[in-house]
């Protein structure tokens, strides 16, 4: 029903910034619910932050409220992650993903944050 891209993760020295995109094609996409999970090696794939179908709600894990800020441009099908005073245990691949209420079953294929000290 939707697919997404992510992209804008690089490299970056602690206390940098880097924002994420994830571009989304097919149907309905201001509809779903959005959100961005990360993984890092050897450790479960958490949510990070996530925002409803119209911007008017957003949810942060606690280890970047504060730092990290969801948005998303409807109008441009796009969901961003701006991620501010970055620290290296910030350092995983970051997903975004999409919830047309059955749940977090669209997700794209990653885009590699490392934060260096």
């Known amino acids: 029903q939707v697919q997404l891209v992510e992209s804008g993760g690089g490299l970056v020295q602690a206390g940098g910034s880097l924002r994420l995109s994830c571009a989304a094609s097919?149907?309905?996409?201001?509809?779903?619910?959005m959100g961005w999970f990360r993984q890092a090696p050897g450790k479960e794939r958490d949510i990070v932050a996530a925002i409803n179908w119209n911007g008017g709600s957003t949810y942060y894990a606690d280890s970047v409220k504060g730092r990290f800020t969801i948005s998303r441009d409807n109008a441009k099908n796009t969901v961003y992650l701006q991620m501010n005073s970055l620290k290296p245990e910030d350092t995983a691949v970051y997903y975004c993903?999409?919830?047309?209420?059955?749940?977090?079953?669209?997700w794209g294929q990653g885009t590699q944050v490392t934060v260096s000290s």
């Open positions: 993903a999409a919830d047309n209420t059955t749940g977090w079953n669209t």
């Open positions: 097919g149907r309905t996409f201001s509809s779903y619910a």
